[in-house]
Structure formats: structure tokens, C-alpha cells
């Protein structure tokens, strides 16, 4: 119950502020000339005075409000080390049941959540605090606990970053003298040009060990393939150089042998991710004579900002005699000694263009062009009559390469290219129509080149099945063999034209052995806590994958198909690392989480984080066990106005601060009777006095 004192003035504030100075002008005369009754006189003006002011008694009747105490649980990944989860679960009983005995206290459970922001950003228990106390006055706010293992990112500078004025704990789990060992990646490159040596430093840590121990053995593997080791000393730091073998993801994990007693191995592994690029690119394009459609490739290959083109077009071959000296001719003449034996093996893609033997390219250099092939190298064939007349490249030594032989037969007539069933399963021709059109929605061809003897099943084919586009696998390289040279129709808009930039693009840079487009791949890509398998085939069907993760648990995943020759499945996991997905043939992988999570950086339990905050706020920070494991909850104890809430073995929250308004009773003083008795009191005052 608490009493106070209200005015509710009958006149507005100027006009008593008037008569207010007239009353004290008045009683200013009567004290200066002394008249008897001055001060009776004075008492009625005030007492008149007091009534216009209509002043009140009131008196609220208020009801005592419940303090809130919230109890923030640290449900984090580092609290699922050294025993701490059970830990964690018996405080948290305790301390609730604990809380809901004392009366006037209400308790709100706060636990973190857990994703990978937490793994980067690490354990953050004061952000969700004062989330939590959001709706809540200040005064309302009887105390918090933390149940942590201290090892907390967002703990505040100072009280007014608090956000309130009520005592703070920490009951801290895991135990003294933990020891931990862990592996820090100091640098790493994001990209690295295919071929080139990238440089990755290492550092070895080791925290609560009374001496450093010996040396540490660490194992290097690159795409689940170990390539190598080196050993490091705790505290130092080592440079490891390794090749980017490929364009694409290149995944290097890092792991260094395990301490005695450590609390966790998860620190021991890194994973670094370096995207393979290539430099620019190295492409030949030999033109065997000047035609129609030459300008589609070359215009092709230039719009790529990343492809370095080197052009020869045969204009005057060796049979052609005219009587012009070579003295006059502004023609530069084939380099076939610098192009096809010095200098070969630095070109990712070669392209013959309608290209005829004519005595330019002297024999033994095709030999040199199939060993090219065989050793990872890649031949682009657009051929076109050419390659049915007797100068066709087949007579030669890339016999061994091409993927079919021709009949020297030329059919000329009006058709539509068609993707064929395994074209459509194809990276490369896969889309380019969709799988339901009777007839695909691009232009006419005019001339395909027959051919016998394919080694693979053609990616497209004309209307009556006659092989167009082959795509074939040598040794370590691939050829391409396109059997018709009217491709430059779409691109000039014959009839609507068709998707000769996709076609041709693709066409190259499968060649050039690009990840995306390989016909047999298996893919494993992270996102999140999700994982998403991808396998690309040419077969009718595809395995089940088995997913392997970092603590080298299994699970098999079906696939389900999504497109032509594309099937995929997921899979949620809950640990970070490495995983792998194999189906018997091939292997993927995938890191899941940041390569470096900030909640594993330091993994020791520790009341210095928090201890600040906690003392500066009235409160303590403890830990709930003591070298041997025994877990002991303090006692907690309901307390009003304290400076310190904590001692040995218990821990205060503030109760009794708060309460609400039930109701008003107001009793105006000099209104009504009471009011009329006091001035007529003393008025009779004041008329006795001066009438004596």
C-alpha cells in the first residue's frame, strides 16, 4: 500500500498563479502594519487558496509482481565433449526445480540454438538473453543463469550493455585440467590455376598441456586420396605445397595424429577447398580452305574472353600452281614444324575444320597428333565432303583416334538434326530440345557425311539415324567428330536458327575435360546441414551411393531420377567434416560446415570468460564439478536489496521489486465538509480575535 498526494485545481493554472500573488500581496500589508489577527487572516487566504487547489489523499493498493529469471542452456556442439552434455542435462533439472520452490519467481528456459552460424560465429548465450527478456521491464527481472561451458563470443563490456541490474551466474560445466590438441589452417588460397603449386600454412596448437609434447605426424590428402605428410611441433607453423591437379573443387584435408586424453579429435582434421581455374585457354583452329561456315567457329571461340585462339586458314595448298613466285605472295606460310611437334602439348583443344590431306601437314605429324590425343589431349573434327573423298584424315595415323570410318559416301539431303537417347543423357546435347518433341524446333541441314564402324553410340543423329555428332574417349584425351558442316546455318538464322552457341560450347569445353560436363561423374555438394548427391550416367538406371561421414559411419542413400541421365537423393546430417559418397565406381566428396568452426578454436571449459560480467552484476561464476567429475548444483536463494548474491554453495536471485496496481482510494482534503469546516474555523478565528 503506498500514499500519495494528488491536486485537482477547480481554476485554470493562470488564474490561481493571480490570485496566488494577490493573497501573498495581502498578507505581505497585514505582517508590515502589524493589524491584530494578521496571522489568522493569513491562515484563511491559504486555507481558501487550498481549497481551489482541491488537493487528494490517494492511496494504491498494489499486488507484488514475480521476478523473471531466465536460464540459458548452451546447447552447442562443444557441449557434446568430455561428459558435459550429462552434465548440462542434470543442472538444468536442478536448477529449475530449484526455482520453481521459491515463491515469487518465474522461470524462462532459453536453449541456443544449433547450426553452422554457430559453428562460425561460435557459442553466443547473451544475444538469445536478451531476446528472451525482450517484454520484460528491468525491475521485473530477478537474476539469470548460464549453464555454459564458458567458452561464450558475445559476453558484454560492461553493465549497461547487460540490458539489465539484476545478478548474472554461470554454472560452468566440464571439468579442470582438460587438454586439447588442434590444427589451424593460417593461410589458404581460394582459386588456383590447374597445374600450379599452392601454398597452405599450417599451425599446431595445444592448450592446457603443462609441456609441450613431441613432435606430431600430419597426414595430407587431396580428394580423399592421401598424397603426403609433414610433422609439426606444438606452436609452429609449416608451409605444405601441393599441385591443383583440376578445374573444379579440389578438396585438401589436413589431419594430424591425436593427443593422449585430448578432449576432441574433431580440431584435429582442416579441410581447405581451392577451386581449380584455368589460365587462358590454348585453342588451334585449322581451316582446310575458306568456307561459309568458318566464321561460325572463329567467332564462337573469340566471343570467349578466356580462350587464346591461334587461326590458320589453308588458302593456297601445295597442288595449287599459278606461275606467282612465292616472293610475291602475302601469305604466311603453315609453321607445321612449330605448331605439331614444338609446341603441340601446350594447346588444351585442336580443331581441323574441313581439313583435307593436301601435303601441308606432312605425315609423320599425325602420328604426333594421335600420341597427343592418347596423352590427355583433345581433337575437334568438323568435317564436311572432305572427309568421304580420298584425302580424308582416316587414312592417316589418327585412324587410331577417330571414332568412325567413312563410306565416301555423301547424302545431301533436307533433314533436322535429332538428339538421340543417349544424347539426351549427355551433358553436352542434353536440353538442347526437350525429350517429348516429335520434331525438334530448329532449322534444316542439308549434308551429313556417312560413316561405319562407330565406336560409340552417336549423341546426334539425322532423321534417319546416320550418326552426326560422335563424342569419344582415347587413352587419356578425346576426339569429337561433328559429320556435317552446315552447323554455321543455325548460326546465321536459317529458319529460326537453332543452339549452335550452347552446341559448340559445350562441344569444347567437354573436350576440355570440364567437371560439369562429364558424361560419368558422381557429385557431392553441401549445403547447410544438407547434403545432395548428383549422378550423371549414360546407363538406364543408377546404384545406390553409400555416404560415408567424418566419424566413418555409413548410409545408403537411392537415387531418383531428375532428368535424362541425371539422378539425385539427399541426406541431412548432423556432423561437420568430410564426407563421402561412393557407388562402387566412382567417389565424391563434400565438407560440411567451415573449414575452421570457431566453436571447435577452443574447446577448454573455462569460468574467465564470463567471470567480468558475472561479478560486476552481483553474481559468480562456478563450475559444477571439481577435478574427479562430481557434479554439485548450488543452492539457490530468494533475496531483495543484497549487493552480493552469491557465497559458498549458493546463489541469490533478487525477488520483491516489482508489483502491479489493483486499485485507487482517493480522499480529497479540503473539499466537502471538511474542507468548509477548516476555512469557517478559521474565519470565527479570525473575526473573535479582532473583535476582542
Known amino acids: 500500500m503506498i500514499w500519495s498526494v494528488t491536486v485537482s485545481p477547480l481554476l485554470p493554472p493562470a488564474a490561481l498563479a493571480g490570485l496566488a500573488v494577490v493573497a501573498l500581496v495581502l498578507i505581505g500589508l497585514l505582517l508590515?502594519?502589524?493589524?491584530?489577527?494578521?496571522?489568522?487572516?493569513?491562515?484563511?487566504l491559504l486555507l481558501l487558496f487550498l481549497a481551489l487547489v482541491n488537493p487528494s489523499l490517494d492511496r494504491e493498493n498494489r499486488e507484488p509482481l514475480k521476478s523473471i529469471v531466465p536460464v540459458v542452456v548452451d546447447r552447442s556442439e562443444s557441449q557434446d565433449l568430455?561428459?558435459?552434455?550429462?552434465?548440462?542435462?542434470?543442472?538444468?533439472?536442478?536448477?529449475?526445480?530449484?526455482?520453481?520452490?521459491?515463491?515469487?519467481?518465474?522461470?524462462?528456459?532459453?536453449?541456443?540454438?544449433?547450426?553452422?552460424?554457430?559453428?562460425?560465429?561460435?557459442?553466443?548465450?547473451?544475444?538469445?538473453?536478451?531476446?528472451?527478456?525482450?517484454?520484460v521491464p528491468p525491475n521485473r527481472v530477478g537474476g539469470a543463469i548460464l549453464i555454459t561451458d564458458g567458452q561464450v563470443e558475445d559476453v558484454p563490456d560492461s553493465l549497461d550493455r547487460l540490458?539489465?541490474?539484476?545478478?548474472?551466474?554461470?554454472?560452468?560445466?566440464?571439468?579442470?585440467?582438460?587438454?586439447?590438441?588442434?590444427?589451424v589452417v593460417e593461410k589458404a588460397p581460394r582459386f588456383g590455376l590447374v597445374g600450379s603449386e599452392q601454398t597452405i600454412r599450417l599451425r599446431l596448437i595445444e592448450e592446457g598441456a603443462e609441456?609441450?609434447?613431441?613432435?606430431?605426424?600430419?597426414?595430407?590428402?587431396?580428394?580423399?586420396?592421401?598424397?603426403?605428410?609433414?610433422?609439426?611441433?606444438?606452436?609452429?607453423?609449416?608451409?605444405?605445397?601441393?599441385?591443383?591437379?583440376?578445374?573444379?573443387?579440389?578438396?585438401?584435408?589436413?589431419?594430424?595424429?591425436?593427443?593422449?586424453?585430448?578432449?576432441?579429435?574433431?580440431?584435429?582434421r582442416a579441410v581447405v577447398t581451392i577451386d581449380g581455374i584455368r589460365e587462358n585457354l590454348r585453342v588451334l583452329l585449322v581451316s582446310g580452305e575458306p568456307h561459309v561456315g568458318e566464321r561460325t567457329w572463329r567467332n564462337l571461340l573469340k566471343s570467349d574472353a578466356s580462350v587464346d585462339l591461334v587461326h590458320f586458314t589453308i588458302l593456297r595448298p601445295p597442288e595449287k600452281q599459278d606461275g606467282t613466285p612465292i616472293s610475291q605472295l602475302s601469305l604466311i606460310a603453315f609453321p607445321t614444324r612449330e605448331l605439331f611437334s614444338e609446341k603441340i602439348d601446350e594447346f588444351d583443344l585442336i580443331i581441323f575444320d574441313r581439313y583435307r590431306r593436301r601435303g601441308v601437314l606432312p605425315t609423320p605429324y599425325f602420328a604426333n597428333?594421335?600420341?597427343?590425343?592418347?596423352?590427355?589431349?583433345?581433337?575437334?573434327?568438323?568435317?564436311?565432303?572432305?572427309?568421304?573423298?580420298p584425302g580424308n584424315l582416316f587414312r592417316t595415323s589418327l585412324a587410331d583416334v577417330l571414332p568412325a570410318s567413312p563410306t565416301g559416301r555423301v547424302v545431301e539431303t533436307p533433314y533436322r538434326p535429332r538428339v538421340s537417347m543417349i544424347g539426351q543423357r549427355h551433358p553436352v546435347t542434353r536440353g538442347l530440345v526437350s525429350p517429348e518433341a516429335e520434331t525438334p524446333p530448329w532449322s534444316h541441314w542439308f549434308r551429313v557425311i556417312e560413316t561405319t564402324g562407330a565406336a560409340e553410340k552417336p549423341a546426334m543423329t539425322d532423321e534417319a539415324g546416320r550418326p552426326l555428332l560422335l563424342l569419344h574417349r582415347v587413352g587419356e584425351g578425346r576426339v569429337a567428330l561433328l559429320l556435317s558442316d552446315h552447323v554455321w546455318l543455325w548460326a546465321r538464322g536459317f529458319e529460326g536458327g537453332g543452339p549452335h552457341g550452347t552446341l559448340l560450347r559445350r562441344l569444347a569445353h567437354w573436350l576440355m575435360k570440364e567437371p560439369?560436363?562429364?558424361?560419368?561423374?558422381?557429385?557431392?555438394?553441401?549445403?547447410?546441414?544438407?547434403?545432395?548427391?548428383?549422378r550423371q550416367t549414360l546407363a538406364d538406371s543408377a546404384r545406390p551411393v553409400t555416404v560415408t561421414g567424418p566419424g566413418g559411419t555409413n548410409e545408403t542413400i537411392a537415387l531418383q531420377e531428375a532428368e535424362p541421365g541425371l539422378w539425385r537423393g539427399s541426406l541431412a546430417v548432423s556432423d561437420i567434416g568430410l564426407y563421402t559418397a561412393r557407388d562402387g565406381e566412382l567417389t565424391a566428396l563434400a565438407s560440411v560446415g567451415p573449414s575452421d568452426p570457431r566453436e571447435f578454436a577452443t574447446v577448454l571449459s573455462t569460468t574467465e570468460r564470463i567471470a567480468p560480467i558475472a561479478a560486476a552484476a552481483g553474481g559468480t561464476a562456478m563450475r559444477l564439478a571439481d577435478a574427479a567429475g562430481t557434479?554439485?548444483?548450488?543452492r539457490i536463494v530468494a533475496m531483495n536489496g543484497a549487493r552480493s548474491y552469491h557465497g559458498s554453495g549458493w546463489i541469490g536471485v533478487r525477488t520483491g521489486t516489482a508489483s502491479k496496481i489493483t486499485g485507487i482510494d482517493r480522499i480529497p482534503l479540503f473539499s466537502g465538509f471538511l474542507g468548509l469546516a477548516l476555512l469557517l474555523g478559521a474565519l470565527a478565528m479570525t473575526w473573535y480575535r479582532e473583535g476582542r
Open 163 to 183: 540490458g539489465f541490474a539484476a545478478p548474472l551466474h554461470a554454472l560452468v560445466t566440464g571439468v579442470p585440467g582438460e587438454v586439447d590438441r588442434r590444427l
Open 32 to 44: 508590515w502594519r502589524a493589524r491584530r489577527g494578521a496571522l489568522l487572516r493569513a491562515l484563511a
Open 82 to 135: 568430455g561428459g558435459r552434455k550429462a552434465m548440462t542435462d542434470a543442472a538444468e533439472e536442478a536448477v529449475l526445480a530449484r526455482l520453481e520452490a521459491l515463491p515469487g519467481v518465474e522461470t524462462r528456459v532459453v536453449e541456443t540454438r544449433r547450426d553452422l552460424s554457430s559453428l562460425s560465429d561460435g557459442t553466443t548465450l547473451f544475444g538469445p538473453l536478451s531476446n528472451a527478456l525482450a517484454d
Open 631 to 634: 557434479v554439485s548444483v548450488p
Open 369 to 389: 597428333i594421335a600420341r597427343y590425343v592418347k596423352d590427355g589431349g583433345a581433337v575437334l573434327f568438323a568435317t564436311g565432303p572432305e572427309y568421304a573423298g
Open 211 to 268: 609441456t609441450d609434447t613431441a613432435t606430431a605426424r600430419v597426414t595430407v590428402s587431396q580428394d580423399g586420396e592421401t598424397v603426403g605428410g609433414t610433422a609439426l611441433h606444438p606452436g609452429e607453423s609449416a608451409d605444405v605445397r601441393l599441385e591443383i591437379p583440376h578445374a573444379g573443387r579440389n578438396i585438401l584435408e589436413f589431419e594430424v595424429e591425436p593427443l593422449d586424453g585430448e578432449l576432441t579429435t574433431l580440431n584435429n
Open 516 to 534: 560439369d560436363l562429364e558424361e560419368e561423374a558422381l557429385r557431392l555438394t553441401a549445403k547447410g546441414h544438407d547434403l545432395t548427391v548428383e
